[in-house]
Nanobody
């Protein structure tokens, strides 16, 4: 069974840090673009950060640039999102998603923005930033 499982969410005070993990089972992440997306209550899902299959190319939305870092450890079939200087507006359910590298993309930014065109999705992990 092909699936992505997110973990690492939780409650943290403003200014704090968390590291989210996205582990794949049933398939190898080496051949996939991976994205982290989030959806806050009452808002549309948005792309946060994406990474190319080998990891040389990354994209960050303006709202998280400089605070979040995406990385991948293909040997562990896992992608991470390290989040620091967290703000209350970062509160959301965070999802990871995968898109086959066999499907051409216009750009990593376009893929991250057009979150409807991913192949697999996890069920999400909740991040709450509150004092």
């Amino acid at each position: 069974q092909l699936q992505l499982v997110e973990s690492g969410g939780g409650s943290v005070q403003p200014g704090g840090s968390l590291r989210l993990s996205c582990a794949a089972s049933g398939f190898t992440l080496d051949y996939y673009y991976i994205g982290w997306f989030r959806q806050a209550p009452g808002k549309e899902r948005e792309g946060v950060s994406c990474i190319s299959p080998i990891g040389y190319t990354t994209y960050y939305s303006e709202s998280v640039k400089g605070r979040f870092t995406i990385s991948r450890e293909n040997a562990k079939n896992t992608v991470y999102l390290s989040m620091s200087s967290l703000k209350p507006e970062d509160t959301a359910v965070y999802y990871c998603a995968a898109r086959s590298a066999g499907r051409a993309i216009v750009s990593l930014q376009a893929m991250c923005t057009n979150h409807h065109d991913m192949d697999y999705w996890g069920k999400g992990t909740l991040v709450t930033v509150s004092s």
